[in-house]
């Protein structure tokens, strides 16, 4: 088919678009050869022409169709071009929230600007061990490629991270060694993974600064190899570095800062071991505040120095060192601001004293005058003579700055140095896999060296990369066998030429360095003659003559030639650097040690303003140093480079492209300009375009026969799937260069996929329609029927209702007339009989209210003169009362006037002066005196006037109030006159009330008659109260029945809520139990690693010690008491296991034991030391003892009393809530839910009895503790006699007393003599050998002879005071361990008393133990003296010995009756036990046991044994056997731990044992179910509960293992089964896929199905039940099953785009149902199983509902609430259609969801754990099989067990 054809109607394209780069367009009209333009409509609606170029004639790029669109590889598109790919990477960036995608080779990277939750543990975890093609792109997949490429083919890896600036490349190279770090774990005990890990925040901080693109933007590129040995496990790593910018050190643009280093110190400088570093804040520095920015948003730089300080740490850089280069750096700081002023034109100075100047001298230890000399001057050197010159101020500085970068970039090679040797180890490194962090293309509007240099490193890399991708598809055609033609790429080589061969710009650059006078314009007129018209690929600018243009592989570059010679040469003053080598400060002259030195190829690279390039590696050519040393730049970089491209092309390369979506650092934000820009500069176009250039797609031929089989009729389909397709290959397409026939693919050219998808999407299309046509016919027909049947229907239904309705209507009638008649008549009767009674009732009325008006009037008239009389009196009164009262007042009136005329005629005489000489006859001399003086009081006259006007006014004043008071008086007159006239008016008032009286009564009247009518309306409201009584009555009743009803709805909320209350309970139970289980596994672990280590011991030994040994602390007290006996045996397997681990010692092991002989070496001579300094310590150092010790246990006896006070208090507790349970159950008994019998109350019941024993527990505790407290006081006094003068507390917490540091010294001497004799000289002797082990064994007579000392003393005290002497011993080893730890540690101290006090109960809870063994033993010595005291003195001599039984004629009756009547019991011989173990543990076969024999025969044996040691009171037999056993299981499992029928075969015997132990107890609770006969067989003398629970915690170890085996074997079947495979055929469907497919990585190893995991069920299953688990259990396993199935299906779904459609939807929820039938069969639906597997049901029904409305979003909500928010936002970004009629997921529709299910409480965790474990229970199961009806097959070769 041409490609023109598909230019039809509605076809859509690509058009170019100055903003959005490309833009979608669709044809609106067929195009036909010939047309010169398109029309084409917009998705905005716009019609517009698109005009073709009429001398190519292109035609513009098609579309994808819509469901290649967001594709995980770019090169499954069908049309693979620059649009479509960008297209695809805008969707899943924006749309899909995914930021990595497959471009073939190459992983494309998309900065997100925000953090993301894909990177935890468990994404690790996820993809760890997948394929590449079968999981979404992501960084781990490129790692774990690489990772598992290197372990298959033994090839050394390569993984490529570039990029720009900001794009992202050092996060994803950091978390690519993150991921090897987290798989691959270390080889050794030294963590190399850690410090691989802590490599980064070094480099970040030395490497590593804020730019305007990137906040931490690494300036330098960098190499790291991480080694592997041959297990493929970290052992250490190699760092390269490249192209550091130097310049940045002295300079910085806007809004970028120096390296983060320097503002960490700054940060930090407030910390004292920084005072004397002179540092304050960064914008005091020029060199760090020339940007202007000197913090950045969210970081903390004082945190990040201490993270830097930490991995300097970590990597073995001690705490001067670090203190030596922070000084360094602040001196480099000092010398940026050391001022240099102009003395004159010529020459500079330094002015004296200079505050920064001396501090960098004083930090860097160098002469204050020789620095400032040779700062501001050069020495010039000529044949004869040497002269100095001074510098101007401008080369001073600059000259300064270069001894700053040239300082810096020394500081930089340090470390990386150091932390090389830090990385380094001594095991041989079989492969690696290095991680290139470098720069991408970079262009400029100014481009200088720098930029030169790294685009010239990245032709190299492009080159190489392009060589890649062409081997990979030329060996992919060969290994298909198809025939192929040379693919064109572009040759990036001339452009290469151009800039390193032969008279190539470096080496013309390279030779104006070596002219005398060479300049930059002189450089850039070579290389206009040399190449502007030999080389295409350079050109010259029009305007100007100091630049040059390269045509590199991604875009053209204007470089400017200036400061190109400067900063290839990279001088420093020569002077300045011996300044500093004379330095005093050691690591200032260790960083210029090798300055002589040549640099190797690997060394400094540009310098002023450029990167530079540093070596790590050792320096091979000191020959040649002088030579060496006088490279330029530019010929190093090329070197260095040489090498990388050398080491790149010995590996496998990995490609990792870093694309940078905007400029603005905004999240999620794509601008299409800069992504292209991008993806043409990094090679993936290229990739593409090679891509395109062949047969990009391909398709197996079953993915091709799956997917278009639609288009095969049923004659074309055969047997041969491969033939099939040829056939209809042929059929479909005429052309057969569009595609080939591989061997196992076919081959399609680009665009044809899309050919063959739209003839699928048609032919569907048509399928469609006629499947339409037919349903729509048949709805109408169905609905057209269904609406006749409902006419006649109705009708019929009609008419019938009609006719009902006549009938009714004429009955009706008849009926009201008959009503009628009688109701007219009754009515007129009722009106009659109703006026008769008013016409009575209104007679009788009025008759009474006539008599009553006239008795009311003759009263009212006799009232009237009553009130008449009283009223005229009380007038009379008051008249005269007033008119007494108007006279007195008259006279008061007149008599005041007269007195006042009185007054003022006195006044008036009073002014008189005879008057005054009258009265004041002794005046006159005054006066005489006055009158002399009026000349000289003149002055006086004008006040005495004033006071005389004053008086004068206050005389008119009160004249005129005199004037008012008469008229006033005059106006009281005329009141008295008018109250005579008020005489009249009273006399009218009179006459008012009258008339009001008569008011009154007439009120009164209408007053009676509104009474009556009130009595009448209350009788009338007394009988409708009685109404109302009865009508209360009724409500009473039926309030009482409501009351009734919600008291039973309280009753059963109640119930509800106890229920809600027990589910609380057990959940808050199995959350205690799962964490108790959780800490069960870590002691396994620990157990697990301390086997390890000693295996480890054993081995360095190589020499197996009989004698004690001390038990590991993590073992229980009770296997501390009974492992003694058996120690020879395990021993003796110890040896032998020893010998079989030596055989196979390997080299690291070798080393291993090196280094532990060193230290022990280093110990053994400390320990010399301190046992030579004991003797001259120990007087200071008990005294120091005894005052330790009295301080300590003052403390310990204050620690002691509140933990007894916290016990009473929580007792207390305990006993209350005891009490508020029993009096709920005793309140709730009589309802239904919490009735005796019911499941609530058993539950409650339950827990009642365990707080009864918990509170029995803690009462025993106090008790104890309590005597305990009384007796430790006293029990301490024995320390001096039970251990040797020799101990001191400084050494206690080291070894117990002075028997064991003798027998260490001597064991660590031996010890390190075997070492030495087998490691390193093995020139040992045999007699050696002897001596040592006399030594060893003198040693073990020894301690033999002090622990027999011991023990006689113990036996000649009573039983008593043994147990009380031992338990003294007991508690004083506690007490000194204790004291030892206070000493060390409070912390721990406080944890090792808790420790001890909880020992010291285990004791004395043992001591009640034996103390009640005592008086059993007791009491059946008195019963047995009783029965001797019977049978006589000549029994009892019968019984002295065995052989005497036989003999004797008295007891021949006891016998036979013993043998006829078994008891039960298996007797067996203390020297049999290992035997015993052995052939039923160790050696058993569980297969034929299992098929053979009865279920947990194993466990019944051992019971059988049990209960025979407990017969005979034999306590160290049943510790032994019980020891014996659970250290058997544990070995058997730990050999055979990865099969599963064993685990199985002992989890089943281990809970039969336990179940065993329980049901012969002797406890009511297990005796309920036993028949008499197995209630005889119950222990007797032994209560092993403390074992029971020993055992338990066995079961539960093995049921986690079982666990772990079943998963081991599930894992690889789940995804394949319930994702991959097609369950359903035909329903999926295959969509095209790229460069990535399945098995790409691995060989086919075989599919798994449904039917496969279905089977593997089935036949764990069958093998627990064969072995007689216990039902409970295997439910219990089964649940832990299929939460595994559901939980690793669902991570794999959210981690796999292509799984998550409608169709797989359909077949997940398929498999679901074949697994819950699976259950019915089994009959395990009641397990939980089911519901385990919920978050997968949601998760196939989110991808089969609609996505659309709210509506659909508000039922996803309510529907998926087994998963979480993340979860279902992950499961709509990944879904993807499968076919045309399938919609993708709006983001709108997400963010619906998102904003719904905001409320949410819950994890933001996006996976499943996998590795979660429900906790275990192991239900009571008793045996209803008799234990002396058990037959021992011969098979098991236990004849030594006899049965009793």
């Known amino acids: ?80 071009h620059e649009p479509a790919v960008l297209h695809n990477l805008k969707v899943r960036f924006m749309d899909s929230k995914l930021i990595y995608t497959y471009c073939g080779i190459v992983l494309v990277a998309i900065n997100p600007y925000e953090t993301l939750p894909i990177y935890g543990t468990e994404i690790i975890n996820a993809y760890s061990g997948q394929n590449m093609g079968d999981m979404d792109p992501h960084i781990f997949a490129v790692a774990e490629e690489a990772y598992k490429q290197m372990a298959r083919d033994e090839r050394n890896q390569s993984i490529i991270v570039s990029g720009e600036s900001g794009a992202g490349k050092t996060v994803s190279a950091k978390y690519a060694m993150r991921y090897f770090a987290t798989v691959s774990g270390s080889a050794s005990e030294a963590n190399v993974e850690e410090k691989v890990l802590a490599s980064n925040p070094i480099m970040e901080a030395i490497g590593n600064a804020k730019t305007t693109r990137n906040d931490n933007s690494s300036r330098f590129g960098k190499y790291i190899e991480i080694g592997f040995d041959r297990r493929y496990r970290i052992i250490g790593a190699n760092m390269r570095t490249y192209l550091l910018e130097k ?59 201490r993270s830097t300080r930490h991995a300097f740490t970590l990597l073995g850089i001690n705490e001067s060192y670090q203190m030596g280069l922070f000084q360094v750096l602040a001196a480099i700081l000092h010398l940026g601001n050391v001022e240099i002023k102009d003395r004159d034109s010529d020459s500079s100075i330094i002015p004296p004293n200079n505050r920064h100047l001396t501090a960098f001298c004083e930090l860097v230890g160098v002469s204050y005058p020789d620095m400032s000399q040779w700062l501001c001057h050069r020495k010039l050197k000529t044949a004869t003579e040497t002269y100095i010159k001074p510098l101007p101020r401008l080369q001073a500085t600059n000259a300064r700055d270069a001894l700053s970068k040239h300082i810096y970039a020394k500081l930089f090679n340090w470390i990386v140095e150091h932390v090389n040797k830090a990385l380094i180890t001594n095991v041989k490194q079989h492969s690696f896999i290095g991680v290139l962090d470098i720069y991408g293309f970079e262009t400029f509007e100014i481009n200088s060296f720098e930029q030169f240099c790294i685009n010239y490193a990245n032709e190299k890399l492009q080159q190489q990369f392009n060589m890649h991708v062409f081997k990979l598809e030329q060996e992919e055609y060969m290994k298909e066998q198809i025939p192929w033609t040379l693919i064109d790429f572009y040759d990036n080589q001339p452009c290469i030429n151009l800039i390193e061969a032969k008279m190539g710009i470096l080496d013309l650059l390279d030779e104006e360095c070596k002219m005398p006078r060479g300049s930059d314009e002189s450089w850039a007129q070579k290389l206009y003659n040399t190449h502007l018209k030999t080389c295409s690929l350079f050109e010259k600018p029009r305007m100007s003559n100091r630049a040059f243009i390269i045509q590199h592989f991604a875009d053209k570059v204007e470089y400017r030639c200036d400061g190109f010679l400067e900063k290839n040469k990279d001088t420093v003053n020569e002077e300045q650097i011996n300044v500093l080598k004379a330095s005093k400060f050691d690591l200032l002259v260790e960083l210029f040690h090798g300055e002589e030195k040549a640099t190797t190829p690997t060394g400094q690279v540009p310098g002023t303003g450029g990167r530079t390039r540093l070596s790590i590696k050792p320096d091979k050519s000191r020959g040649t140093s002088s030579k060496e040393h006088k490279k330029t730049v530019g010929c190093q970089f090329r070197n260095s480079l040489q090498m990388l491209m050398e080491t790149l ?173 009688y109701q007219r008549m009754y009515v007129a009767r009722k009106l009659y009989r109703q006026k008769q009674a008013a016409a009575l009732a209104i007679q009788t009325i009025l008759r009474a209210y006539m008599a009553r008006l006239k008795y009311q009037a003759l009263l009212r008239e006799h009232k009237a003169v009553i009130i008449q009389k009283h009223i005229r009196g009380w007038l009379a009164r008051c008249w005269y009362k007033r008119c007494l009262e108007a006279i007195v007042y008259l006279q008061c009136c007149i008599r005041r006037m007269r007195a006042k005329q009185q007054l003022k005629k006195l006044k008036i005489e009073a002014r008189s002066v005879e008057h005054f000489k009258k009265l004041n006859k002794g005046m006159e001399n005054k006066i005489m005196q006055l009158q002399r003086k009026i000349d000289e009081q003149s002055k006086d006259n004008r006040l005495v006037n004033e006071r005389l006007v004053g008086l004068e006014s206050s005389y008119t004043v009160e004249s005129e109030r005199m004037r008012s008071e008469l008229s006033r008086l005059r106006g009281a007159e005329e009141d008295a006159k008018n109250k005579g006239n008020q005489l009249s008016s009273l006399l009218e008032e009179l006459e008012r009330l009258k008339k009001e009286l008569s008011a009154t009564q007439q009120e009164k009247k209408t007053i009676e008659d509104w009474a009556q009518t009130y009595r009448d309306e209350m009788e009338k409201m007394v009988s409708e109260l009685k109404d109302q009584n009865g009508s209360l009555k009724t ?59 000693k295996e480890v011991v054993a081995l360095s030994s190589n020499v197996s010690k009989p004698g004690h040994r001390r038990t590991d602390s993590t073992h229980s007290s009770n296997e501390s008491e009974y492992t003694y006996n058996s120690e020879y045996a395990e021993l003796e397997e110890g040896s032998r296991a020893s010998e079989d681990v030596t055989r196979g010692m390997d080299t690291s092991l070798t080393l291993k034991l090196q280094k532990r002989v ?21 007087q200071r150092a008990r005294a120091r003892d005894d005052a330790q010790f009295k301080k300590a246990r003052g403390a310990e006896l204050e620690y002691e009393s509140l933990k007894r006070q916290e016990l009473e208090s929580e007792n207390k507790k305990l006993r209350h809530d005891l009490g508020e349970m029993r009096q709920s159950l005793l309140g709730n008994a009589a309802t239904g839910a919490g009735a005796p019998g019911s499941p609530a109350y058993k539950v409650l019941l339950d827990q009642l009895n365990a707080s009864c024993e918990e509170l029995q527990v803690r009462k025993e505790e106090v008790l104890i503790l309590r005597s305990q407290l009384v007796s430790q006081k006293e029990a301490m006094h024995h320390k001096e006699t039970m251990t040797e003068p020799s101990v001191f507390a400084d050494d206690v917490n080291k070894l117990k007393d002075a028997d064991e540091i003798k027998q260490a010294y001597i064991g660590l001497k031996d010890t390190n003599r075997l070492l030495e004799h087998q490691l390193q000289t093995q020139r040992r002797t045999y007699d050696n050998e002897v001596e040592s082990m006399r030594g060893e064994l003198q040693n073990v007579k020894e301690d033999n002879n002090r622990q027999q000392q011991l023990l006689a003393q113990n036996l000649q005290l009573p039983p008593e005071a043994r147990i009380e002497a031992s338990l003294q011993h007991e508690i004083t080893r506690l007490t000194n361990e204790n004291l030892d730890l206070m000493a060390a540690d409070p912390t721990a101290s406080r944890e090792a008393r808790v420790i001890i006090l909880r020992r010291m109960v285990d004791l004395m809870e043992q001591l009640e133990k034996q103390d009640r063994t005592i008086r059993k033993l007791k009491k059946q010595l008195k019963v047995y003296s009783k029965r001797i005291g019977e049978m006589g003195a000549g029994q009892t001599e019968g019984q002295t010995s065995p052989g005497q039984i036989v003999d004797e004629p008295i007891h021949p009756v006891n016998i036979p009756r013993r043998e006829k009547d078994f008891q039960g019991m298996l007797e067996y011989k203390k020297e049999d036990e290992m035997k015993l173990v052995k052939n039923l543990i160790l050696e058993l076969k569980p297969r034929g046991v299992a098929v053979n024999l009865i279920p947990g025969l194993p466990a019944y044996v051992l019971f059988m044994c049990l209960r025979h040691a407990d017969y005979v009171n034999d306590d160290q037999k049943v510790r032994t056997l019980l020891t014996s056993t659970i250290n058997s299981i544990k070995k058997i499992l730990k050999k055979r731990g990865d099969d599963f029928e064993t685990v199985s075969f002992w989890l089943s015997n281990t809970c039969r044992f336990l179940h065993c132990l329980k049901q012969y107890s002797g406890d009511e609770a297990f005796m309920k179910h036993n028949t008499t006969r197995q209630n005889e067989h119950s222990l007797n003398n032994f209560d092993l509960a403390e074992y029971r629970q020993v055992i338990s915690d066995l079961a539960i170890q093995i049921y986690q293992q079982l666990i772990k085996c079943m998963e081991n074997i599930l894992q690889p079947m789940i995804v394949s089964g319930m994702l991959e495979h097609e369950t359903i055929q035909g329903v999926s469907g295959v969509k095209p896929t790229g460069l990535r497919k399945r098995t790409s990585s691995i060989a086919d190893e075989g599919t798994y199905t449904l039917e496969s995991i279905l089977r593997q069920l089935s036949a764990f299953h069958s093998t627990m039940c064969q072995h007689g688990t216990d039902p409970e259990l295997i439910k219990q396993v089964v649940k832990q099953q299929f939460y595994i199935i559901g939980a690793v299906t669902l991570n794999n779904l959210l981690l796999r785009k292509d799984m998550c459609s409608w169709s797989k939807g359909m077949q997940i929820r398929y ?80 963010r619906t969801i998102q904003t719904r299910l905001r409320d949410r409480c819950e994890s933001p965790q996006l996976l499943m754990d996998t590795k979660m474990i429900y906790p275990v229970t192991f239900p009571f199961n008793p045996s209803t099989l008799a234990l002396e009806t058990i037959q021992i097959p011969s098979s098991l070769n236990l004849s030594f067990l006899t049965r009793v």
């Open 1 to 80: 088919m041409a490609a023109s054809e598909l230019y039809t109607k509605s076809a859509r394209v690509w058009i170019p678009d100055a903003e959005e780069v490309w833009k979608s367009a669709e044809l609106i009209k067929d195009y036909k050869n010939g047309d010169a333009s398109l029309q084409l409509m917009l998705e905005d609606g716009t019609n517009i022409e698109h005009k073709l170029d009429p001398k190519t004639k292109n035609l513009p790029y098609l579309r994808n169709p819509d469901i290649l669109v967001g594709e995980n590889d770019l090169t499954a598109l069908s049309y693979l």
């Open 247 to 305: 310049s940045r050190v002295v300079f910085q643009a806007d809004e970028e800062r120096n390296y983060h280093v320097f503002y960490q110190l700054c940060a930090s400088a407030h910390l004292p071991e920084f005072k004397n570093l002179r540092l304050s804040s960064a914008n005091d520095f020029l060199y760090t505040r020339q940007g202007r920015s000197p913090v950045i948003d969210g970081v903390d730089d004082t945190k990040e120095l």
């Open 649 to 821: 092309n010995a590996t496998t390369p990995h490609y990792v492209r870093c694309i940078k979506p905007n400029d603005f650092k905004m999240a999620f934000s794509f601008d299409p300009k800069r992504a292209v820009q991008q993806l043409r500069a990094c090679g993936v176009l290229e990739t593409i375009r090679i891509s395109a250039a062949g047969f990009p797609s391909r398709w197996t031929y079953q993915e091709f026969f799956s997917r278009y089989r639609v288009l095969m009729k049923q004659k074309d389909v055969l047997t041969d799937k491969k033939l099939t397709c040829k056939n209809v290959l042929e059929r479909l397409v005429q052309d057969q260069d569009k595609y080939q026939f591989g061997k196992t693919k076919i081959f399609f050219r680009a665009g044809q996929v899309a050919y063959l998808e739209k003839l699928r999407a048609d032919k569907l299309r048509a399928a469609c329609i006629r499947i339409q046509k037919t349903i729509r016919c048949w709805l109408a027909r169905k609905k057209y029927l269904r609406k006749r049947s409902a006419a006649i229907t109705i009708q019929r239904f009609t008419r019938g209702y009609q006719a009902r309705c006549l009938v009714k209507f004429m009955r009706r009638t008849q009926a009201a007339t008959v009503i009628q008649k």
């Open 1035 to 1093: 409500e009473k009743d039926d309030l009482n029945r409501l009351i009734q009803e919600q008291s039973q709805q309280m009753t059963e909320k109640m119930a509800r809520s106890i229920a809600a209350e027990t589910q609380q309970l057990e959940t808050d139970l199995n959350e205690e139990r799962s964490r108790y289980q959780n800490l069960l596994t870590e002691h396994l672990r620990l157990e697990e690693k301390y086997d390890d280590l």
């Open 1158 to 1178: 060193t230290e022990l070496e280093q110990e053994k001579q400390s320990l010399r030391n301190e046992l030579e300094n004991k003797e001259e310590q120990f």
């Open 1711 to 1790: 498999n679901v149902s074949q697994l819950e039938e699976w259950l019915r069969d089994k009959g395990l639906m009641t397990c939980g199983a089911k519901e385990t597997l919920e978050p997968l049901i949601q998760a196939a029904q989110l991808l089969q509902v609609k996505k659309k409305t709210d509506e659909d979003a508000e039922a996803i909500c309510s529907m998926c609430l087994a998963l979480t928010t993340a979860q279902i936002v992950k499961v709509l970004n990944l879904y993807t259609p499968v076919n045309e009629f399938e919609e993708r997921v709006s983001v709108a529709f997400i």
